[in-house]
């Protein structure tokens, strides 16, 4: 018997300790709005990353996001496909009631529900099983070796609250349904909800029950959405805001200049990258009328030889970007350095355009958000601009990401037939990039939920599945090479760039930014 436990010696905190008795207030503002308080109805890093404060996982993960303990104090492999979970005693949930192994099997079951959006998290047929109160087992289908280090934002929900107020059904975030967990949470974490008022504010309190030592000196957390970037940045110059992210590349400078202010800036994990419909026999926005023309690796390849990215990296991201070849950061795949992008060639795309039949080009509609990633709408409006070079005449659908996710989510079958989407695997490795990007999926969406393109490639199935059970690390990386491999040969996917981080905070504001961009309050002191 494999036997992991991992002492609790609690994060080394990157701030000033000193100040950690005097309460404090802060004030913070992201481009987008948190829309729902329900933990399995978006994956998404900033939702998930908020909610973060408030729910916990059996696991977590520290600055450096390096695994820790957190609502499981210690965990056995008894064997490949049999996985124990010791829990950790004496802990509340926000209004009082005990955390215990049923509140572990339910969340599970309530993570693979319909309208959940977390589901993949768990190996498919995984049986969860109460061995007593304090106690869970996994029993899979097959080997996980890496199995919980996606459960960070898994999230334990309270079954008795749950049930309670009539809340078993996930609040997807596709159809934009709502439900009591959706305005209202119950966790275990650093911080409670007090107020929620979608699209306009959510406070959050000290949790002063919370199980583990508070590092931080925060009484209270106010997150309202500023979806202007001068008013955000504004907002913080005039003392208004403690915190705000993203901060546009352009205003970096003035914010180092500002006697009360400064900037925080790293590499992301994540990365950005457009998306083509290779699904559908003839594309929903598009004037080539009885085809597909993105089934076509010519005209795939052709985009990828049109987009300038060079140029996007100087103009638009002020060199606050890293062109990317792949699906996953160089950081985190270590054969990344034998990849190379498709070069910026356009008569290389034209020819590719002519030879696939369309030597004038088409119209295709772009969906985009407008408040999600760093310079999002400005980047589709700069691949509009340079596909029109090859006879493509894009049309740019900019939305509040609210809307754009369900779009292009829709449970009606993914409404979209050109896209941009970001992208941080969870488990900070690769095969949840291949199971959830790059794997089949039927016309109900089962199987890759985020592979929205609908494009199935049996090859990389197959290697995603030897990839499942192989616990080899070496023999692991070279079936995700060869999947890669054959991803960027066929351009299924245009990755652009892992975006930089940039935040903007007062001086007196000391928090830690971690590379997946989440902002955890348990992280931040005010001095």
């Known amino acids: 018997m494999i036997t992991v436990k991992t002492a609790l010696t609690g994060a080394i905190l990157s701030m000033a300790l000193s100040s950690a008795t005097q309460a404090e207030t802060v004030n913070v503002a992201f481009q987008g709005s948190l829309n729902s308080l329900d933990p399995y109805s978006l994956n998404e890093t900033f939702t998930l990353g908020m909610l973060g404060n408030v729910y916990e996982g059996l696991i977590r993960r520290d600055e450096t996001l390096k695994i820790e303990p957190a609502l499981a104090e210690s965990w056995e492999v008894i064997s490949p496909k049999h996985w124990r979970f010791h829990l950790r005693k004496n802990v509340k949930f926000h209004n009082g009631n005990d955390f215990t192994a049923e509140d572990v099997v339910y ?18 047929g995984a ?6 109160d304090y106690t869970v087992d996994f029993l899979l289908k097959a080997p996980s070796p890496i199995m919980h280090s996606g459960w960070e934002t898994l999230y334990i929900m309270d079954k008795e609250w749950t049930v309670e107020n009539e809340a078993e059904t996930v609040a997807s975030a596709s159809d934009n349904t709502v439900n009591y967990a959706t305005l209202n949470a119950n966790g275990t974490g650093p911080f409670r909800v007090v107020l929620h008022e979608p699209d306009i504010r959510t406070s959050f309190e000290n949790f002063e029950n919370w199980w583990d030592t508070a590092k931080h000196n925060l009484t209270a957390v106010e997150f309202k959405p500023i979806k202007s970037d001068a008013t955000r940045v504004a907002a913080l110059l005039t003392g208004e805001m403690d915190l705000v992210f993203p901060v546009p590349v352009q205003d970096l400078k003035r914010i180092r200049e500002t006697r009360t ?87 290389a795309a034209k020819k590719l355009m002519s ?56 449970s009606g079958g993914f409404d979209t037939s050109f896209y941009m989407l970001g992208w941080t695997p969870s488990t900070l490795e690769s095969s949840v990039v291949l199971k959830n990007l790059m794997n089949c999926r039927d016309d109900e969406g089962q199987g890759a939920s985020y592979n929205i393109g609908g494009w199935c490639d049996p090859e990389i199935d197959a290697l995603t599945s030897k990839l499942t059970l192989e616990p080899d690390l070496t023999k692991r990386d070279e079936l995700i090479e060869k999947a890669f491999r054959i991803a960027h040969d066929k351009a299924y996917y245009l990755p652009l760039h892992q975006q930089a981080l940039a935040w903007g905070t007062a001086n007196n504001i000391v928090v830690s930014q971690r590379a997946d961009n989440q ?9």
Request: proline share 5%; glycine share 4%.
């Open 107 to 124: 969340s599970m079951d309530r993570a693979r529900s319909e309208g959940s959006n977390l589901g993949y998290r768990i190996p498919e």
């Open 127 to 132: 049986e969860v099983v109460a061995v007593d």
């Open 261 to 347: 202010t400064k900037a925080l800036t790293g590499s992301e994990l994540r990365t950005v990258f457009l998306g083509l419909d290779q699904k559908r026999d003839e594309l929903l926005y598009s004037d080539v009328k009885g085809k597909n023309p993105f089934k076509d690796v010519r005209v795939r390849k052709a985009f990828n030889h049109a987009v300038n990215i060079e140029a996007i990296r100087l103009k638009i991201m002020r060199e606050l970007s890293s062109p990317t070849a792949l699906m996953i950061s160089p950081l985190l795949f270590s054969k990344s350095d034998q990849f190379e992008r498709h070069p910026y060639d356009i008569e």
């Open 355 to 410: 030879e696939a039949g369309y030597p004038d080009g088409f119209s295709v509609v772009l969906d985009c958000p407008n408040d999600r990633y760093v310079n999002d709408e400005a980047i589709c409006q700069a691949v509009a601009a340079m596909l029109a070079r090859i006879g493509v005449k894009v049309d740019l659908n900019a939305m509040p990401k609210a809307l754009y996710f369900a779009k292009i989510l829709s």
């Open 519 to 527: 902002l955890l309050f348990r992280f931040m002191t005010k001095n």
